[in-house]
Structure formats: C-alpha cells, structure tokens
C-alpha cells in the first residue's frame, strides 16, 4: 500500500522548497554544501545534516548533543528520503 507522494524530495534543491530546511551554497557555482534540519520534540534536540562527499554520494548524518547519533551515506535521492524517514520517527518520538 505505497503511493507515491509528491510532497517526497528527490533531491537537495527539492528539500529546500520546505522553508524549515537551510541550504547553504558555494558562491562561485551555487554548488550545495549543506542542508541542515534542526529538529524540536518535547525538549529534545536534533540536528539532521546532509553533504556531498563525492561525486553521485550523500552523507547524512543525525546529530543530538554534538554527537553523531544516526549516519547513512547514498545517492541524493535516497540520503533526502532517509532525511525525511528519520524527522518524521524522531517527531513522532519513535527516534
């Protein structure tokens, strides 16, 4: 029972559409170098972040009190759908 949802990025600059989402940029390309998510549940803080590392791969990392708590490294589109199944578990307090 899997639909297809439109509100599901594919890609960084698909990401950046949710204001919620800071994409930070290269000046001389407009390259993306970060985006960042900071995460807010009943007190608790997180910090979800994604960086190309090389050509065709994502590293996406989960943060919580500077340490490193979740990490997945992919293609652009499957680190923006990891990004979005960890926010959703961890505000829905399953994270």
Do not use: K, N, Y
């Not at 972040?49 to 708590?69: C, D, H, K, Q």
């Not at 293609?75 to 199944?85: F, I, K, Q, V």
């Amino acid at each position: 029972m899997h639909a297809e949802h439109a509100e599901e990025p594919r890609s960084v600059a698909e990401l950046a559409a949710d204001p919620a989402w800071v994409v930070t940029r290269t000046g001389t390309t407009g390259q993306w170098l970060t985006a960042e998510r900071v995460l807010t549940r009943d007190g608790h803080q997180r910090l979800v972040g994604l960086t190309p590392i090389r050509p065709g791969t994502v590293a996406l990392m989960l943060w919580a009190g500077g340490e490193v708590v979740g990490h997945f490294r992919g293609s652009e589109a499957e680190a923006c759908a990891t990004a979005l199944r960890w926010t959703a578990e961890f505000l829905a307090g399953e994270r």
